[in-house]
């Protein structure tokens, strides 16, 4: 499953989706992830979540997040949760049509059983329709 969490930038956003991972430590049985493009929130975070700050890895296009994404699974078949914080940011998606990313991401998540957390700095209407049911959370 892909949730997102919508709204433009400084709506707290970063805020539910550090709370979301926190509070998924509770009933979750297997590995979370925390996506990120800083280690700010490392001491937000439970110390059972691991924070990736992707801006360390050399990744240029959405093409290339998407396999980082892969990559991350591969290596840990627990993953239960992934947390994505400033998705267009993370996965070179900004100006950009979501629309096959996040279908991608659909298919991973069905086939690995990860439920992806997505924080967009858009609002929900501005996004494109098949997205829309997605969005959990709009700011």
Do not use: W
């Amino acid at each position: 499953m892909v949730q997102i969490i919508a709204g433009k930038k400084g709506k707290g956003k970063t805020k539910h989706l550090l709370e979301m991972a926190n509070s998924s430590i509770k009933t979750a049985n297997g590995s979370i992830v925390y996506l990120d493009k800083s280690s700010k929130h490392m001491y937000e975070l439970n110390n059972r979540i691991r924070l990736i700050n992707v801006n360390e890895f050399p990744i240029g296009n959405s093409q290339g997040f998407v396999g980082f994404v892969s990559g991350i699974l591969s290596q840990d078949h627990d993953i239960e949760f992934m947390y994505l914080d400033s998705f267009l940011k993370l996965a070179c998606l900004e100006g950009e049509d979501i629309s096959e990313t996040i279908a991608i991401l659909e298919k991973l998540s069905t086939k690995y059983g990860v439920n992806f957390v997505l924080s967009i700095s858009l609002d929900a209407v501005e996004m494109p329709e098949q997205i829309q049911k997605d969005v959990v959370v709009s700011l």
